[in-house]
């Protein structure tokens, strides 16, 4: 199977078994608010997240099928960072993925509810052993691990960095606590829940953390390049953004041609650091797909 092909196979996995969360238990006339959800969770996107659960998981011998909801958790609790982070309030964003953001077409209080409740219903499945199909105490560590990431010391920690950094410059060692926190947290815990449902030796688990964080790195300087050489329509958000709020960047620190060069660096380490895998599926190529990507 081709990258493409087990792309679209994960995405599709994914997709399909969100649409199944995202409906209310009971519908008691609150069902704009799974609308909502629906409606940021199948905006499309690379399904970057779930694919390297799935596929982690996958390369370690583990049953993708119980890795399934920990993937759609992740990717719920992804979709409420993102129409948080596009609220007046945060960027201010008015499109996302092409489309108008949560917020421009349901409203700012129902935007925030809808993050909520994509955050909430993130652990309600991951908790659910009936779901997971996993032991007590891999689906406990998957949890905490997965709430660490997403919570002050992992992604909301890096977004208070975020808004901090604001009309300020900072440094470049400043940028990259950010940025492993706001964007790379995210990335490495979907390694490591695929680790650990996979069944991981410890060389194997600290292995992916070391990938994660390589392609985490390149893929937020590939996005602060996009943001200035991309095209609006194939991006999906307005070009410009970063410069236009003030936001210190790795291009504004590095300059362009050396980020362009880090990204192939940190791809090719991405892609090196997988040696303790006897079959790493397709992660090498899709590190190395990540350096020139357009969207």
């Known amino acids: 199977m081709t990258l493409n092909e087990r792309l679209a196979a994960y995405s599709k996995l994914v997709e399909d078994k969100l649409l199944t969360y ?3 238990a009971e519908d008691k006339g609150q069902g704009i608010i799974f609308e909502a959800c629906r409606y940021s969770a199948m905006a499309g996107g690379k399904r970057l997240r779930p694919a ?13 099928q119980a890795a399934l909801p920990f993937a759609c958790a992740l990717e719920m609790i992804h979709t409420y960072s993102l129409i948080h982070d596009d609220l007046p309030c945060m960027d201010n964003d008015d499109l996302r993925r092409g489309k108008p953001t949560n917020h421009k077409v349901y409203g700012e209080a ?13 652990f309600e499945t991951a908790s659910d052993s009936a779901n997971t199909g996993v032991s007590a105490e891999t689906q406990v560590k998957a949890i905490r691990a997965l709430s660490r990431a997403s919570g002050m010391d992992g992604m909301i920690g890096g977004q208070v960095l975020d808004m901090a950094a604001e009309e300020t410059q900072i440094s470049l060692d400043q940028l990259k ?9 995210l990335i490495g815990v979907a390694a490591q829940l695929g680790c650990m449902i996979g069944g ?10 070391e990938y994660a964080r390589c392609i985490g790195l390149a893929f937020q300087i590939q996005d602060d390049i996009l943001d200035i050489e991309g095209d609006e329509e194939t991006f ?4 410009g953004s970063d410069a236009e709020s003030g936001k210190s960047t790795y291009p504004s620190l590095l300059g362009l041609e050396r980020c362009h060069e880090l990204v192939h660096q940190l791809s090719r380490q991405a892609v090196d650091a997988l040696a303790p895998f006897a079959d790493a599926g397709i992660l090498p190529e899709l590190a190395l797909s990540l350096a020139d990507r357009k969207s």
């Open 52 to 64: 390297l659960v799935l596929e982690f998981c996958r390369i370690c011998g583990g049953d993708q």
């Open 236 to 239: 999906g958000k307005p070009i």
């Open 110 to 122: 129902t935007a925030v509810l809808a993050g909520d409740g994509l955050l909430n219903l993130a």
């Open 22 to 24: 995202i409906q209310p």
């Open 177 to 185: 606590t950010l940025q492993e926190l706001k964007t790379g947290a």
């Open 200 to 209: 991981a030796t410890e060389e194997q688990t600290a292995a992916a953390l």
